[in-house]
């Protein structure tokens, strides 16, 4: 039925690994890569596994490089490890608010760059499954970035968008100006307009309301 799929899909779980799924790493140092899960309904049994350089997981041959396997039983409860590589530490928690599976990686090399794949499978959602992927690059040392010419278009853009709004001011005060200007000579010409009419003895003036002379 079309309302229990809907249904089915708002419970659906959903695998993260944050605003941005790539990390750089110094050689040599520890490096944390990120993932938490989230399912509206709860999770019993959960398995979460971490694949490194892993192109399909659903494929055996050849099978995913796991490097951190774990099990949750519980909301209740922390992940129990099943296996994982010795330089993988756990870091994460799921009986605090977010379900938290992160892990740490030690002592990073320039061969640990390239993909890591967190899955999580749910077998109270029917065994749903998802993943999230990171891409690692490891780095000899960490260079600086040069903001001199970010701050140079920063300022140019700024001083533009400034002269742009003085001229608008500058153009709103001299149409006030002249609107002005304009209002003061309609004023003038009406005033002087009334007057010649009164002196000329034009239809509606003074000069014809005077009784026309005697015979």
Same mark, same amino acid.
């Given at each position: 039925?079309?309302?229990l799929h809907v249904f089915a899909i708002a419970f659906a779980l959903e695998v993260s690994v944050g605003k941005t799924n790539t990390v750089m790493a110094l050689n040599n140092s520890n490096v944390l890569l990120p993932c938490t899960f989230t399912t509206?309904?709860?999770?019993?049994?959960?398995?979460? !596994?971490w694949y490194f350089n892993s192109t399909e997981l659903l494929t055996p041959h050849p099978a995913p490089l796991q490097i951190y396997h774990g099990k949750i039983k519980n909301? =209740?409860?922390e992940p129990t490890l099943v296996s994982r590589n010795p330089r993988v530490d756990f870091v994460g928690s799921t009986t605090k608010k977010d379900n938290n599976i992160s892990i740490v990686l030690n002592g990073v090399e320039f061969s640990d760059a390239g993909k890591y794949t967190? $899955?999580?499978?749910?077998?109270? %959602?029917?065994?749903?499954? $998802?993943? =999230?992927?990171i891409f690692l690059t490891v780095v $000899?040392?960490?260079? %600086?970035?040069?903001?001199?010419?970010?701050?140079?278009?920063?300022?140019?853009?700024?001083?533009?968008?400034?002269?742009?709004?003085?001229?608008?001011?500058?153009?709103?005060?001299v149409l006030f100006i002249i609107k002005k200007t304009q209002d003061g000579k309609k004023e003038c010409l009406v005033s002087s307009s009334g007057n010649d009419n !009164? %002196?000329?003895?034009? =239809?509606?003036?003074? =000069? %014809?309301?005077k009784a026309p002379p005697k015979a």
């Open positions: 039925l079309p309302g509206c309904i709860g999770f019993q049994d959960l398995v979460f !596994t909301k =209740a409860t967190c $899955h999580v499978k749910n077998p109270r %959602e029917r065994n749903a499954q $998802h993943n =999230a992927t $000899h040392k960490m260079v %600086e970035t040069d903001n001199t010419v970010t701050l140079i278009i920063v300022g140019v853009v700024g001083g533009l968008i400034g002269l742009l709004i003085l001229f608008m001011l500058i153009k709103r005060v !009164t %002196e000329n003895g034009l =239809a509606g003036s003074k =000069a %014809e309301q």
